[in-house]
C-alpha cells in the first residue's frame, strides 16, 4: 500500500495522490477510475480546474468507497470572502459530503463582483485584486468550514513565508500544508525548512515539471534512473517521497498513471543519501527554473519566487 505522512491534525495523507489540473473534463474521470482500481487513494482537485464533475463521476465509476479515498480541493480566488459557497459548489460537483482538505489555492484575493467570474480584469488589463481583503480574514472562514465538519483539515497552496506570517498570528488552527511547485529545478530549500518547523507538510505539484518537461531528460536524473533501473520519472517522485513530500503527479494516460505509483515507492526506497543530495543540489548548478507562472503578475509579494 502507499505509504502515508502525517499531519498536523492527527490524520494521515496518502504521500502519493492524482493531479487533475489540465486534466481534460471528457479524460479525467476515466484517468481518476483507473488510478483508484490501482491503488492510488488520493486525488488533488481543485474548483479553478473546471473539471470537478468529471473528477465525481470517475471516483463513482472506481467502485472504491468514499471513505478509502483523501480527496482535496481549492478555494478559488474570487471567493476569499466566501469560503463556504466555493466549498458547497466543490462538494456538489465531486457529489460528497465532506473533503480531507481544503486549500486557499492563491494568497491573492480577487474582486468577488469583478467582471468575469474566475478571472476579474481593472479597465487596465491587470488583475482584479481585492487588496481591501485580508488574507486572516479568508483564513477565519476557512477554519469556520472546519468547525462545521465540512472539510477535515485546512492549508494553503502558492504561500510564501511573507505570505504564512500574514495568517499565522491570528490564526486558531497552523495550515495543514502548503502545497507548491517543488521538483529538483525548484527545491524551495529554504520554504521547506520553514514548513517543516511549523509542522507543515510540503505538497509538491508539477513534480515532474508538467507538461513538455526537461526535467525528464536531465543528465543526472537519468544518468541515476538507468544505474537504479528506474524510469526518469520514478527518480523525481522517489526524491520527493524521500524527503517526506507529497507527490501529485498529473496524467491522464493509464500506463504512466501506474506506473507512477509503484515508480514512487520503488524510487523512494532505491535511492541513497548521495543520489538525494545530488538532486538536492541541481538547481544551484544553474538549472534553477519554475515552470508554473502564476496567473497574475508576480508583484504581489511572492518573495519565494525566484523572479521576484
Ligand atoms: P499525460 O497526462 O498526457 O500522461 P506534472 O505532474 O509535473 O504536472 O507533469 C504532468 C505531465 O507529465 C503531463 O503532460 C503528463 O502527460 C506527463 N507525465 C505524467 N507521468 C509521466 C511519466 N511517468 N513519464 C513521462 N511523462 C509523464
Known sequence: SVPKIKLNNGSEIPAIGLGTWQSKPEEVAAAVAHALKEGYRHIDCAWGYGNEKDV??????????????????????TYHSRVEECLDQTLSNL????????????????????????????PNGKRDVDHSWKLSQTWEQMEDVLKKGKVKAIGV???SVKKLEEILPTANIVPAVDQLEIHPYNPQHELLAYLCSKDIVPQAYSPLGSSGS????DDVIQAIAQRLSLQPADVLLG??????????????TPARITSNLHGAVAGAKKLSKEDIETIDGLATSGKQQRFIMPPWPVDLGFDNWPDK
Open 56 to 77: 465525481g463521476e470517475g471516483i463513482r465509476q472506481s467502485g472504491v468507497p468514499r471513505s478509502d479515498i483523501f480527496i482535496t480541493s481549492k478555494l478559488w480566488s
Open 239 to 252: 526524491w520527493l517521497g524521500a524527503k517526506q513530500i507529497v507527490a501529485l503527479p498529473k496524467s491522464v
Open 157 to 159: 497552496s502558492n504561500f
Open 95 to 122: 457529489g460528497v459530503d465532506y473533503l480531507d482538505l481544503y486549500l486557499v489555492h492563491w494568497p491573492v484575493p480577487m474582486n468577488p463582483k469583478g467582471n468575469h467570474p474566475v478571472f476579474p480584469l481593472l
Open 214 to 217: 526537461p526535467l525528464l531528460k
